[in-house]
């Protein structure tokens, strides 16, 4: 593993560090940001603010997705209602006339929501690859407090800048409590 | 039970570690010993009162729904009455995980969990009531939901009531949803605390494999703060379609404006005061003291305090109204068969327990005293569900027509199947505290997280791993 390019390093997953405090992992993740890593992520108990800017992630998928699943929704519980009262249904009740808007609002309302909520959960879960019972970096040894107490650091061997042995040199300097290889 | 705890601004007390905080809501699942007498005598109570409403669910779809008291002209009585009840009960969980949320109250973070947990299981118990008022739910299929079928029949979107199938559904699938992906994280946590292999395998599988990655928790907050603002006009507009159902009818009584608003309060003011009466005992039997802080018992009776003062508010405009409109059965509705006549009662019983006992929370000594917080959150689910019955059934004994006005008067299985849902409502909310972490994990870490940076007086010990099974209160010393 001396001679470290990106595409031979199969054997490595990522060099791994493990943090005892947030503001530790915020302080490596800038640094490596600004030593030019791209493939990094980190791993934390809770979501930490400021940890995406720190780390260089930026995603507005979610949002947008969220925004045309309303939109779609506005238009599903709307044109239902015209379809059904003008097309498939036309029912006169007391002579009002068949596009009663106000009475359309309510549904089309409701089916915005119904439509834009799940829009918004459905894609947080499609776009984190979720569910996903194998991920190489469970590989970890101590991993399991990444859900728990623990915080984590993982500079992935896809990067461009690669190598094994500088990365774990750069991760030591951040006060880790240990520095792992991990194998995918 | 101790009343004499500290009321101060810290929102986690005693000495707590990024672990002891997961230990001591972890263990509620871990540790089924810690389930002792109290749990079980709950859990049956619920099962008993499952079985109750099974009964009655059967009995009323054999014989038909002639076995209420329902009758003409009280053709929605209990059923309708129990449905308003349960659903606004379900209001306060979406206020905490979604307004207060918006409103970035950190507070909620330690009440949300549960409170989203009561939604869900009062909409269920809510949902129930309206679909087996239609005496044949499964013929009843094509009036509710928008399907092409076979008789070319569509539902009448025109109507209150198919505004209702929208509000209450969507209500129920988006709470489900945000709740379910609250505990996501927690899941993965609770796969990583689990020594035993089938709750391991249990909790890998719903934890969907989270790894708690950077780039999950950055669309997961967004997920989250999406649907947070979703979920708030959507609280609003449920109970304000619920109130359509009465207010845009020409029933006496049922015709006012205020309505909407006065509904969501009540609403509420019902959920929070259930949440209560939840969690006091909860917190006291679980030793989650420190978690669930006389601070946000505090707060809560002050919200208690403010909805319910609308409450009041709406039932004084109702007054007002019944003389102002100038309408003689108007007029006739609030003086004979409000002020006086045979569901005078009823109607006094109401203003004390909502207008009335609520005020004792002006008196500060009176938020901190669980005891009594305790009893009048149990008074005020009492009055709601008698608000409920004075709008609803005593209104149309209330003709046009004078000859046709006719006393209610409900039978055994409609307070059967009324006992029946709260036993069930019991016993989901035991398996709850059982199977489920009863507090947001994460969220009561990103709290600590934040109450460490603050200064505070709580000194974070991360090695202090499982050194504190049961944390006591520290002695606090700063009252603010």
């Known amino acids: 593993m001396s001679h470290a390019v990106a595409e031979e390093t199969s054997t490595v997953y990522a060099i791994v560090a493990e943090f005892d405090t947030p503001e530790k992992l915020m302080s490596a993740a800038e640094s490596a940001r600004k030593a030019g890593f791209k493939k990094m992520d980190a791993y934390s108990p809770f979501p930490i603010h400021g940890l995406s800017e720190a780390i260089g992630f930026k995603d507005v998928k979610v949002p947008f997705l969220c925004f045309a699943g309303g939109l779609t929704g506005a238009l599903f519980g709307y044109t239902l209602q015209y379809y059904v009262h003008v097309f498939d249904y036309p029912m006169n009740v007391g002579g009002k006339p068949l596009v009663s808007l106000p009475s359309m609002i309510p549904v089309t309302y409701e089916a915005t929501i119904l439509f834009a909520g799940l829009t918004a959960f459905f894609s947080m879960i499609a776009l984190n690859r979720l569910p996903q019972p194998y991920h190489s970096i469970f590989n970890t040894p101590g991993f399991e407090r990444a859900t728990q107490d623990r915080f984590f650091l993982a500079i992935e061997a896809a990067d461009a800048h690669f190598d094994a042995e500088k990365v774990k040199r750069f991760l030591q300097d951040h006060e880790p409590i240990r520095v792992s290889e991990v194998e995918p | ?480």
């Not at chain 2, 449905?83 to 206020?95: E, M, P, Y």
């Open chain 2, 1 to 480: 039970m101790a009343n004499k705890e500290t009321l101060n601004n810290v929102l986690i007390t005693g000495e707590n570690s990024y672990a002891s905080v997961e230990d001591s809501i972890g263990r509620l699942i871990l540790k089924p010993q810690l389930h002792q007498r109290g749990w079980w005598i709950f859990f049956f109570i619920g099962l008993a009162g499952t079985g109750l409403l099974g009964v009655s669910i059967t009995w009323l779809v054999y014989q038909g729904v002639g076995i209420w008291g329902n009758n003409q002209p009280v053709a929605w009585a209990f059923d309708i009455v129990n449905f308003v009840w349960w659903i606004g009960i379900g209001h306060a969980g979406t206020l905490i995980s979604a307004i207060l949320l918006l409103f970035k109250q950190q507070w909620r973070n330690s009440i949300n969990r549960f409170a989203e947990a009561m939604t869900i299981f009062a909409v269920m118990c809510a949902g129930l009531y309206p679909l087996l008022h239609t005496g044949r739910p499964w013929v009843a299929i094509f009036w509710l939901f928008p399907y092409p079928n076979i008789m070319g029949m569509w539902p009448q979107f025109r109507s209150a009531l198919e505004w209702d199938v929208f509000a209450v559904s969507t209500y129920f699938t988006i709470s489900l949803v945000f709740w379910f992906m609250g505990l996501i994280p927690d899941f993965a946590t609770m796969r990583d605390r689990s020594r035993n292999k089938f709750g391991k395998i249990a909790f890998a599988i719903l934890s969907l494999g989270w790894r708690g990655s950077n780039q999950h928790w950055h669309r997961y907050e967004q997920a989250n703060m999406l649907l947070a603002g979703l979920s708030t006009p959507l609280v609003l507009s449920v109970h304000t379609i619920v109130s359509y159902d009465f207010a845009i009818s020409t029933v006496i009584g049922w015709n006012v404006t205020v309505f909407p608003p006065y509904f969501v309060a009540g609403a509420v003011f019902a959920g929070f005061a259930m949440v209560m009466n939840f969690l006091i005992p909860v917190r006291a039997y679980y030793g989650l003291k420190d978690l669930v802080t006389i601070r946000h018992i505090d707060w809560m009776c002050k919200i208690l305090l403010a909805t319910g003062m609308i409450v009041f508010y709406g039932y004084i405009l109702e007054v007002f109204y019944g003389f102002y409109s100038g309408n003689v059965f108007e007029t006739a509705l609030t003086k004979d068969w409000r002020f006086n006549g045979p569901y005078s009662g009823y109607y006094w019983a109401l203003i004390l327990c909502n207008g009335i006992i609520p005020q004792l929370f002006w008196i500060p000594k009176m938020r901190t005293n669980l005891l009594v917080v305790w009893l009048v959150s149990f008074v005020v689910g009492i009055g709601m569900w008698l608000e409920r019955f004075v709008i609803i059934p005593i209104s149309l004994t209330n003709n046009y027509l004078p000859a046709s006005n006719k006393m209610y008067y409900p039978t055994m299985w409609d307070f059967m199947m009324f006992g029946g849902t709260i036993g069930f409502f019991i016993f989901l909310m035991m398996l709850f505290l059982r199977f489920l972490p009863a507090i947001n994990i994460f969220e009561m870490k990103d709290l600590l997280h934040k109450v460490i940076n603050d200064e505070s007086k709580v000194e974070p010990t991360v090695e202090a791993m499982n050194s504190k099974m049961n944390p006591t209160p520290a002695k606090e010393e700063v009252p603010a």
